[in-house]
């Protein structure tokens, strides 16, 4: 797997599925799960909707701040960062439109700090990922803060629209429980999140030769 820069729109880049495919496949299944009519509630999943789309975040990584929809064809979304600055102030987006109808949408991607940063990443099976046509995405300042205005062509499928190529938990465990299988690894509990999830960690020590394996 790796990472393409930022302002590089248009190129295209895709997962190393050998250590992960199972994570992968797990994150897809669960994605295309139909989302719940009302998907906000204790998970804090979001969700508004059209005649012509519905937006939601009830998959893995999944997230903005609120969504509210400004006519059939268009959706304003305003996201936030996790933490305020000076921590990191790039708010992290990720949702997903299922189409009612096939058609172009707008999408007004709001920010409440800092402005907008990451270009936009599409899919429609959450493993091979676009960036978004530069012809499809305009950025504007309004009151010192940098938001976009993106627009999607749907089909018949729901597209995935993310900051980044997204990674689930899933994908970590399957290449933790892979490389854990290891005689020079070690996996172990570092702690707990503020949330309270497992914060797995993993030790990898050099083995040592034996001396009958030695070159002289």
């Known amino acids: 797997m790796y990472k393409v820069a930022e302002m590089m729109p248009g190129r295209i880049f895709r997962f190393d599925l050998k250590m992960i495919s199972i994570g992968m496949v797990a994150f897809v299944l669960a994605a295309f799960l139909p989302a719940p009519a009302h998907a906000a509630g204790a998970d804090n999943k979001i969700r508004c909707e059209t005649d012509n789309v519905a937006l939601d975040t009830a998959f893995p990584s999944g997230n903005v701040a609120s969504c509210r929809p400004s006519g059939s064809k268009r959706i304003e979304v ?43 990443k599409i899919s429609t099976d959450g493993v091979n990922w676009d960036y978004l046509p530069k012809k499809f995405v305009k950025v504007e300042e309004v009151d010192g803060l940098k938001r976009a205005r993106v627009t999607v062509k749907l089909d018949n499928v729901p597209l995935f629209v993310s900051a980044q190529e997204i990674l689930p938990p899933s994908v970590y465990n399957a290449w933790l429980g892979q490389t854990a299988k290891s005689p020079a690894a070690e996996s172990w509990l570092l702690g707990k999140s503020a949330e309270g999830r497992d914060i797995p960690a993993l030790t ?13």
């Open 78 to 120: 305003t996201l936030a960062p996790e933490d305020k600055p000076p921590i990191n102030c790039s708010a992290w987006y990720a949702f997903r439109l299922t189409p009612r109808k096939p058609g172009k949408i707008t999408l007004m991607l709001n920010y409440e700090a800092c402005g907008h940063r990451y270009w936009p």
């Open 204 to 216: 990898i020590r050099k083995r040592r030769r034996s001396r009958s394996s030695r070159s002289f």
